[in-house]
């Protein structure tokens, strides 16, 4: 293929027939040319240049669709959502709203930083710790935020969340975080979050008793 063309695959025939009508140029011209589902556009480098981050952008919109679309609906493949999901959503947005708006958060540079790593890169110190699980963080955006109770005052982990953390194992990020704050009953409706301090143990015991299967 000369340096002057693109080449654009898998188009499907109803994809071929709205780009005919919009960018004729586009496809071939002649009685006998056939309309396939690649074609070639060819163009100056700056108009290919322009091609190709357009067809990125489509790319990315394309997966950012998809994974919204999974997240809202429970048949993504029908696109179907419910109100009940919309009102779980509501739900769980409002209580991780509640959660950072209530629990100091650390960037894993605050976190080398106070738990002193010498290396270059401060930020690994907890990206290992949390592969390790000793430790986890939860999403914003693309940030990861990791809750300030998880540390003792010299900065490294306390073992009791390694712990709690095993007895979660498979929980999502926002499972393991919202357990911390919601009253236990194991834990005489104390949070886990305010008796970590006093009585890890207890912790523990609470988390391993509420990740027991419910006998039916």
């Known amino acids: 293929m000369a340096a002057d063309?693109?080449?654009?695959a898998l188009l499907s025939s109803e994809e071929v027939r709205t780009l005919g009508e919009h960018h004729p140029a586009l496809l071939p011209v002649g009685e006998d040319a056939e309309v396939?589902?690649?074609?070639?556009?060819?163009?100056?480098?700056?108009?290919?240049?322009?091609?190709?981050?357009?067809?990125?952008?489509?790319?990315?919109e394309g997966q950012q669709t998809a994974s919204v679309l999974s997240a809202l609906a429970p048949d993504p493949a029908r696109g179907l959502i419910t109100t009940e999901r919309l009102a779980q959503i509501h739900r769980q947005v409002e209580a991780?709203?509640?959660?950072?708006?209530?629990?100091?958060?650390?960037?894993?540079?605050?976190?080398?930083?106070?738990?002193?790593?010498?290396?270059?890169?401060?930020?690994?110190?907890a990206s290992?710790?949390?592969?390790?699980?000793?430790?986890?963080?939860v999403s914003s955006g693309r940030t990861d935020?990791?809750?300030?109770?998880?540390?003792?005052?010299?900065?490294?982990?306390r073992p009791a969340i390694a712990e709690v953390l095993r007895q979660?194992?498979?929980?999502?990020?926002?499972a393991n975080a919202l357990w911390w704050t919601a009253p236990s009953g194991w834990l005489g409706g104390r949070e886990p979050l305010h008796v970590l301090d006093t009585d890890p143990e207890?912790?523990?015991?609470?988390?391993?008793?509420?990740?027991e299967p419910v006998d039916v």
């Open 5 to 8: 063309t693109i080449g654009l």
């Open 36 to 60: 396939s589902q690649a074609i070639t556009v060819a163009g100056s480098p700056a108009f290919l240049s322009a091609v190709r981050v357009f067809l990125e952008h489509l790319a990315r």
């Open 96 to 125: 991780r709203n509640a959660f950072l708006d209530a629990v100091p958060m650390l960037t894993s540079a605050m976190i080398g930083e106070w738990g002193g790593s010498a290396a270059k890169n401060a930020s690994a110190m």
């Open 128 to 137: 290992r710790w949390k592969s390790a699980g000793r430790i986890f963080a």
């Open 145 to 157: 935020l990791y809750p300030a109770f998880q540390f003792d005052e010299d900065g490294k982990p």
């Open 168 to 174: 979660f194992a498979g929980e999502s990020e926002w």
């Open 202 to 211: 207890a912790v523990i015991d609470a988390a391993r008793r509420t990740a």
